[in-house]
């Protein structure tokens, strides 16, 4: 059986692992060494660093993270930002030959503009591309059939305004309920205006989205100390179990496995979920 190859373009190492975590029941294995990676990708592995042109040694190098099973290759690129995800696209696209089966974008929507407009836009960077133009589909949340399958996921939802907190926090609601209300009330303790904190203290905190943002940060701190959220994402039950089945976070789930080509992707059910092969 040949293996198909997709490639997932997202904002941050936080969708990285919403991604991964998501698409963990297909048994996908973390590729972790690079003379593990398939031959197919390998050119989009710098050889050289710190990157050109402006050779920032402060720069995280750009290389995607790969996952393995014995039917699926996949990439998930962080593109550090929503502006270079097209740019990112095009850069990718143009060292894959053949183009992979499957490309998708996961981003946020955040409070700026609509889901609609943030797919709008992108779309439309997208088709300009000259060197690698890619087709998507007429919504958010929908799938070409290909090949390639396109598709663009705006979470939270495709509809309304928010982030990936958004469903993390629906998440901790079923696995981490009392861990939940914990944070809430911390997080709703403070105050930007108290005397204590200058502007740049609460710069971050007082954008739309940095209140849930916070709370994700203090559940992933009591969950692992020290860590980086998304480690505690890849680790820990954000995303598993019922948490899976909460509609919002089932949607993005049925996406990804539609992005894929997996069969049954569309009646998908936590319990029907493919095995997870080792």
Known sequence: M?????????????????????LKPLGLKRV???????PYWRRLIPT????????????????????????VSLAIHAATG????????????TELRPSPASIGV??????????????????????A??????????????????PPRTGVFVLPDNHQPGTLED?????????????LVAAHALVAGVNPKDAAFNRDDMADFTKPAGRNKAT??????????????????????????????????????????ELLGIPGASSLTLASAPPART
């Open 2 to 22: 040949s293996v198909r190859y997709a490639y997932i373009v997202v904002e941050g190492p936080h969708d990285v692992e919403l991604v991964a975590r998501l």
């Open 32 to 38: 972790q060494k690079q003379p593990e990676v398939d």
């Open 48 to 71: 050289s660093f710190p990157p050109p042109p402006d050779l920032d040694l402060l720069r995280r190098v750009s290389v995607p993270f790969f996952f393995q099973n014995t039917e």
């Open 82 to 93: 929503e502006s270079r995800i097209a740019q990112t696209i095009e850069e990718s696209l």
């Open 106 to 127: 996961v981003l946020d929507a955040d409070q700026k503009a609509t889901p609609r407009d943030r797919f709008a836009e992108l779309k439309a960077k997208l088709a």
């Open 129 to 146: 591309s000259k060197d690698a133009p890619v087709a998507l589909p007429d919504e958010p949340g929908e799938i070409t059939p290909g």
């Open 167 to 179: 469903l993390l926090l629906e998440g901790a609601a079923t696995s981490y309920p009392s861990l």
């Open 216 to 257: 994700v940060a203090c559940i992933a701190g009591v969950l692992r100390p020290g860590k980086a959220v998304q480690v505690s994402i890849q680790d820990n039950r954000w995303l598993e179990g019922a948490s899976c089945e909460l509609p919002r976070i089932k949607a993005v789930r049925v996406f990804l496995y």
